[in-house]
T-cell receptor
Framework: GENVEQHPSTLSVQEGDSAVIKCTYS??????FPWYKQELGKRPQLIID?????GEKKDQRIAVTLNKTAKHFSLHITETQPEDSAVYFC????????????FGTGTRLQVFP | EAEVAQSPRYKITEKSQAVAFWCDPI?????LYWYRQILGQGPELLVQ????????DSQLPKDRFSAERLKGVDSTLKIQPAELGDSAMYLC??????????????FGPGTRLTVL
C-alpha cells in the first residue's frame, strides 16, 4: 500500500532562518499532497497543498515543491517565527481509495527567538 | 468560521469497557473521516463515509470498533471492549469532496482516549 516517509523528525532553527521538511511517497499515481500544522493540543490545520499537475506553490512565507519523477515533495518556511513552532505533517492521496490520505510521521519544528 | 465538532474532548476508561465518540462535521460536507493518531505519529484513517455509506473501513478493527452515520450528517465511533492499545487521539475530519476529487479535509479537535 501507499507509504509516506517524512524527515527530519525534529528540526530546530533560529528565528528568521528557513526550515525545510521533506517527504517521499511510494504510490506514483498519488495526485494530491497537503501539509498540516498541529500545535500542541490542537487540531491539525491545512497550511498549504499541491496537486500533481503543479511543481511549486507559494503562499507568503510558505512554499511546497513537488518532484513527481523522484516522488518527493517538500515544505519550505522562510523567515521563521516562534509561532511557527508546531508539528508538521505531510500527506499523500492515493488514487485507489477515494480521498484516502496517508500521513507522514510528523516533524516537530522549534523556532528559537 | 464553521468547524468540525467532537465530543467528549477527553475520555478515561478501563479496559473491557465500552466507549463512544461523537462527531458533527461542517454543514454540507458529504464526506466524513475518523482517524486514530497515536502519540508521535501521523493520523491513520479508520473509516470514511460518503453521506451515510461506508467508503473505506479497511483499517477499522471490526471485532471491536464500529462506526455509523445514519442520517449522513453526524457520526458515532464506538469501541467495545476497549483495550490498552486503543489509547490514542481520535480525530474526525470532513470535506466537501464527492467521488474522485481531492478536497481539503478539516479536522475536529479530537477525543483523547486513555484506557487504564
Amino acid at each position: 500500500g501507499e507509504n509516506v516517509e517524512q524527515h527530519p523528525s525534529t528540526l530546530s532553527v533560529q528565528e528568521g532562518d528557513s526550515a525545510v521538511i521533506k517527504c517521499t511517497y511510494s504510490d506514483s499515481a498519488s495526485n494530491y499532497f497537503p501539509w498540516y500544522k498541529q500545535e500542541l493540543g490542537k487540531r491539525p490545520q491545512l497550511i498549504i497543498d499541491i496537486r500533481s499537475n503543479v511543481g511549486e506553490k507559494k503562499d507568503q512565507r510558505i512554499a511546497v515543491t513537488l518532484n513527481k519523477t523522484a516522488k518527493h515533495f517538500s515544505l519550505h518556511i522562510t523567515e521563521t517565527q516562534p509561532e511557527d513552532s508546531a508539528v508538521y505533517f505531510c500527506a499523500a492521496r492515493g488514487v485507489y481509495n477515494t480521498d484516502k490520505l496517508i500521513f507522514g510521521t510528523g516533524t516537530r519544528l522549534q523556532v528559537f527567538p | 468560521e464553521a468547524e468540525v465538532a467532537q465530543s467528549p474532548r477527553y475520555k478515561i476508561t478501563e479496559k473491557s469497557q465500552a466507549v463512544a465518540f461523537w462527531c458533527d462535521p461542517i454543514s454540507g460536507h458529504a464526506t466524513l473521516y475518523w482517524y486514530r493518531q497515536i502519540l508521535g505519529q501521523g493520523p491513520e484513517l479508520l473509516v470514511q463515509f460518503q453521506d451515510e455509506s461506508v467508503v473505506d473501513d479497511s483499517q477499522l478493527p471490526k471485532d471491536r470498533f464500529s462506526a455509523e452515520r445514519l442520517k449522513g450528517v453526524d457520526s458515532t465511533l464506538k469501541i467495545q471492549p476497549a483495550e490498552l492499545g486503543d489509547s490514542a487521539m481520535y480525530l474526525c475530519a470532513s470535506s466537501l469532496a464527492t467521488s474522485g476529487n481531492p478536497d481539503t479535509q478539516y479536522f475536529g479537535p479530537g477525543t483523547r482516549l486513555t484506557v487504564l
